[in-house]
């Protein structure tokens, strides 16, 4: 998709388009992407994980069943593109994780411990704006 998408601008532009006009329209949802703390920006909590580029290789290798190589080469490559059509497109570097209000290493944590890291902390900020 990335290939294609850094021949036709389109692309990009109507997924992130319709993810910002669904997530609009609904109440207590969870949108997902690269973007979408630049385009939900009234979400109730801007969450990003991360982890170390082994780490997502490897992930990315046992889930396409691929070489760790042809992982690594392949993610590199469409990170590369992203950054670049990203900044292109709406001036956003995807790598600044400013936008976010809180940044998870996933490979420091089990998938159930980071559910409830991020309930815990959309608990808080419901608690403190009930209070407020």
Same mark, same amino acid.
Request: glycine share 2%.
């Given at each position: 998709?990335?290939?294609?998408?850094?021949?036709?601008?389109?692309?990009?532009?109507?997924?992130?388009?319709?993810?910002?006009?669904?997530? +609009?329209?609904?109440?207590?949802?969870?949108? *997902?992407?690269? =973007? &979408? @703390?630049?385009?939900? #920006?009234?979400?109730?909590?801007?969450?990003?994980?991360?982890?170390?580029?082994?780490?997502?290789?490897?992930?990315? +290798?046992?889930?396409?069943?691929?070489?760790? *190589?042809?992982? =690594? &080469? @392949?993610?590199?490559? #469409?990170?590369?593109?992203?950054?670049?059509?990203?900044?292109?497109?709406?001036?956003?570097?995807?790598?600044?994780?400013?936008?976010?209000?809180?940044?998870?290493?996933?490979?420091?944590?089990? @998938?159930?411990?980071?559910?409830?890291?991020?309930?815990?902390?959309?608990?808080?900020?419901?608690?403190?704006?009930?209070?407020?």
């Amino acid at each position: 998709m990335s290939r294609a998408a850094e021949h036709d601008e389109h692309i990009d532009r109507l997924i992130d388009e319709m993810q910002r006009d669904e997530a +609009a329209k609904m109440r207590d949802t969870i949108v *997902e992407g690269r =973007l &979408s @703390a630049f385009f939900v #920006r009234d979400a109730d909590l801007k969450v990003w994980l991360k982890a170390p580029t082994d780490v997502r290789a490897r992930r990315i +290798a046992n889930r396409e069943h691929i070489s760790y *190589e042809e992982a =690594l &080469s @392949a993610m590199k490559r #469409r990170e590369r593109s992203e950054v670049e059509r990203y900044k292109k497109y709406y001036g956003i570097n995807p790598n600044d994780l400013s936008a976010y209000d809180l940044v998870i290493d996933s490979s420091k944590f089990t @998938a159930e411990e980071i559910a409830s890291i991020i309930i815990l902390a959309s608990q808080h900020l419901q608690r403190r704006a009930r209070d407020q």
